[in-house]
Structures are given as structure tokens and as C-alpha cells.
């Protein structure tokens, strides 16, 4: 069955701590592999997205993530965390198959960063 | 520019009561429609996906329906509602080019069943 775990619920860290949250995939097939914050109060942003190529993708805010096929792992990572990052962060797989492309979330992780 | 709209923003229902959410989508044709249910500490769970007019798929049995009665508007109902219905639900879309330019998300409905 197809599946996106994230292995952190919450994380609390200091600002200037480098972030790394985990997650990992179990999905047929291509996938593609997603990273979604939300903001307290905010709608679901995109954060950055993997289809193909380069498997260290860069996204908005700083943030970078690495496909690493033999692990089925998409790790986000961020050297530097501030305040402003406080959010709850989801990753999230998308696989085409049967004409369908359905994406999967994970149960989330939420990011307190403290001054 | 694709946008996409979904009411109401919050909803306090009484046990038993029907429930019935919407969301359209503009500046796009033949979406791909989904309906997802966001409770606390659950992250984000697929409730119903749809290809095309007509066309649901359900992911998991529960106490809602969808149905998509126009291209670009897709419902999410229910006869009878359960405590365990309250959570935030989000509508979003996609287009049929593998998701490859993303998933957009409507402002999302906080349901509480009392």
C-alpha cells in the first residue's frame, strides 16, 4: 500500500540550529515526492518538489531536500532555522498509475523554533 | 490565474445534522479534485479523489460522500454526522500532468460536530 511516514512529530529547536526532518515512502512505481508547510493560521504552501533529475532539489525559504532513491527517502533540510519557520511541515508522495495521480501525505511534523 | 475556492471557512454542526461543503475551482478545465480531512495530530488523510464529472473514488469507508456534479465543483456531504466527523477539511486540485506542478489547496472548512 502506497505510504509516506514522517519520523519526527515534533522538533523543537534554537534559532541558527541546522534542521533535518525525515521521511521516507513506500509507493509503487514513479513517484513524485513533495514538502508542504503550514504556517499557524495559513493555508498549505508548497515548499519544494522532486519529479526527476537532480536529486537535491532546492525551495523557497532556504529550504533543500534530497531524493535518495535506494533509501526511499526525501529528507528536508535547513542549515540555519529562524523564528519565521515555526510551522507544521508535511511531506507527501504522488505515484501515477491506473490514470490516477492521488497524493499521500505524511502525519506531519511540527517545528517549534525558539529565539 | 487558477484559484480556488471552498465554504464555509468554519462550521459548527450538532450530531445527526447533514453536512455539505464546496469547493470550485476557477481558471482551469478538467481538474483532478480531492477532499482531504486534517485532524489534530493525524496530519492529512485522502478522503475522496475525482478524474472527472461523475467520478469518485474513496480511499478510506466513512461516514461522507463527494460528488462532483460540475467539472470544477466537487462536494463533500454526509445524511448523518458523527462526533468523530470534526476535523479541518481541505479541497484541493491538480491538473493531469502527474501533480507536476504541484497540488493547490483551497483555504479549508473547520468542522465541529457537537
Known amino acids: 500500500a502506497q505510504s509516506v511516514s514522517q519520523h519526527n512529530h515534533h522538533v523543537i529547536l534554537s534559532e541558527a540550529a541546522s534542521l533535518e526532518l525525515g521521511c521516507n515512502y513506500s509507493y509503487g512505481g514513479t513517484v513524485n515526492l513533495f514538502w508542504y508547510v503550514q504556517y499557524p493560521g495559513q493555508h498549505l504552501q508548497l515548499l519544494l518538489k522532486y519529479f526527476s533529475g537532480d536529486p537535491l532539489v532546492k525551495g523557497i525559504k532556504g529550504f533543500e531536500a534530497e531524493f535518495i532513491k535506494s533509501k526511499f527517502s526525501f529528507n528536508l533540510r535547513k542549515p540555519s532555522v529562524q523564528w519565521s519557520d515555526t510551522a507544521e511541515y508535511f511531506c507527501?508522495?504522488?505515484?501515477?498509475?491506473?490514470?490516477?495521480?492521488?497524493?499521500?501525505f505524511g502525519a506531519g511534523t511540527r517545528l517549534a523554533v525558539h529565539p | 490565474s487558477q484559484t480556488i475556492h471552498q465554504w464555509p471557512a468554519t462550521l459548527v454542526q450538532p450530531v445527526g445534522s447533514p453536512l455539505s461543503l464546496e469547493c470550485t475551482v476557477e481558471?482551469?478545465?478538467?481538474?483532478?479534485l480531492y477532499w482531504y480531512r486534517q485532524a489534530a495530530g493525524r496530519g492529512l488523510q485522502l478522503l475522496f479523489y475525482?478524474?472527472?464529472?461523475?467520478?469518485i473514488s474513496s480511499e478510506v469507508p466513512q461516514n461522507l460522500s463527494a460528488s462532483r456534479p460540475q467539472d470544477r465543483q466537487f462536494i463533500l456531504s454526509s445524511k448523518k454526522l458523527l462526533l468523530s466527523d470534526s476535523g479541518f477539511y481541505l479541497c484541493a486540485w491538480s491538473g493531469k500532468n502527474r501533480g507536476r506542478y504541484g497540488y493547490t489547496f483551497g483555504s479549508g472548512t473547520r468542522l465541529t460536530v457537537v
Open positions: 475525482s478524474v472527472g464529472i461523475g467520478q
Open positions: 481558471g482551469t478545465s478538467n481538474p483532478n
Open positions: 507527501a508522495a504522488a505515484g501515477f498509475s491506473g490514470g490516477y495521480n492521488k497524493l499521500i
